[in-house]
């Protein structure tokens, strides 16, 4: 067996009960070798097993496609149509669909989607990325610091699937943004210039153009919505749950667009945008929470409530005196952030936790 070089895979398991692999060769010529940490267990495969494991990983992103292609054909079977776009733009809500599940369809993963599908499927990524932006950029109007509308994009592509983040479009944003961040750590409230591949200044030069991505046709989407809700509504009357429907086809029901729709079907709506809105407030907290920024919450709630439609404020609750209070809240935590001195590491309690917005208001 001299001169031989196997390959051998060191299993952790990790708190969260996942396990993981590493590849490690041992050349047994001398026997040496990297040692595994202490709590790892060696698993030598066969051949046969490390290919399989290359197949099982490569099939991951076929596999979204699969779904993807397969909630794609439903959503058409249900509208009784047989396109997703109309003269070119998109003419259907796919917000119900995941991130990935979009690019997926944008990509042409698995070669199973359309010209028209992988065409829909890049402007519903363009609308999300600009409604992402739309709230970092109401954020920087209030902190006046281009640093939050930046932080905005990062942490929408940070968001993207593995499968996005393996393109060289992304790897090519990501490295823009790593480098406007950098600049911006000096000079928070001047516009980063001269940046290759930078988003944020591509959506900027949008904005002052007025072609930033909108929410589409919503008298459309009403249309569609009465549709699929006439399809779904059992002989009994009973109406299915609102759980599978988009954001925009949920505020054209909610908001009655057209007064297309019965009063339970409105309250049906709102109850669900509602029930959304609540989850996204309940993450925005705990992210808060963890940051140890006093001013983290707030901040997150002006980008939600800034990239939602009027429909969804409308639908959800939110009118313009919530956006007030949340500003309000803004400028309190603020000041006391700058009173006690308090930086992004936050201040420490003394059972140990951070010291959140919360706790101060």
Excluded: C
């Excluded at 996942?18 to 070798?33: A, D, F, K, V, W």
């Excluded at 199973?112 to 920087?140: H, N, S, W």
């Excluded at 009403?222 to 429907?245: C, T, Y």
């Amino acid at each position: 067996m001299n001169g031989i070089v196997s390959n051998t895979y060191v299993a952790h398991y990790t708190p969260q009960g996942m396990l993981t692999t590493r590849s490690q060769q041992t050349n047994e010529n001398n026997g040496t070798e990297k040692q595994p940490h202490a709590s790892a267990i060696n698993i030598t495969l066969s051949n046969a097993a490390q290919a399989a494991l290359a197949a099982n990983t490569k099939n991951i992103s076929t596999d979204i496609g699969k779904v993807a292609h397969q909630k794609l054909e439903q959503l058409l079977e249900r509208l009784g149509r047989t396109s997703l776009l109309d003269d070119g733009k998109l003419a259907v809500d796919l917000s119900s669909l995941s991130r990935q599940e979009v690019f997926a369809a944008s990509s042409n993963s698995g070669d199973l989607f359309t010209t028209a599908e992988q065409k829909a499927g890049k402007i519903e990524l363009e609308r999300r990325f600009d409604a992402a932006l739309t709230g970092g950029v109401a954020l920087m109007r209030v902190t006046g610091s281009y640093q939050d509308l930046y932080e905005s994009a990062l942490e929408y592509l940070q968001n993207a699937g593995e499968a996005e983040k393996k393109t060289t479009d992304w790897q090519a944003q990501f490295n823009a943004l790593k480098q406007a961040s950098t600049y911006l750590d000096t000079h928070p409230d001047t516009a980063p210039t001269g940046i290759a591949n930078d988003p944020v200044a591509d959506y900027l030069e949008r904005l002052d153009a007025g072609a930033v991505s909108e929410n589409g046709n919503l008298e459309g989407i009403a249309v569609e919505a009465r549709k699929v809700l006439d399809r779904i509504s059992g002989a009994n009357g009973q109406m299915e749950g609102l759980s599978r429907f988009g954001s925009r086809t949920l505020s054209a029901i909610a908001v009655n667009v057209s007064d297309q729709f019965s009063d339970r079907e409105i309250i049906a709506a709102k109850h669900e945008i509602k029930s959304r809105v609540g989850a996204s407030v309940q993450s925005a907290f705990q992210q808060a929470n963890t940051s140890g920024d006093p001013t983290n919450f707030s901040k997150r709630l002006i980008a939600q409530y800034s990239s939602m439609s009027a429909e969804e404020r409308e639908a959800a609750g939110l009118d313009k005196s919530y956006y007030d209070a949340i500003v309000k809240n803004y400028e309190t935590s603020q000041r006391i952030s700058q009173t006690l001195n308090i930086g992004t590491s936050g201040v420490r309690t003394s059972s140990g936790g951070s010291l959140s917005l919360l706790n101060f208001l």
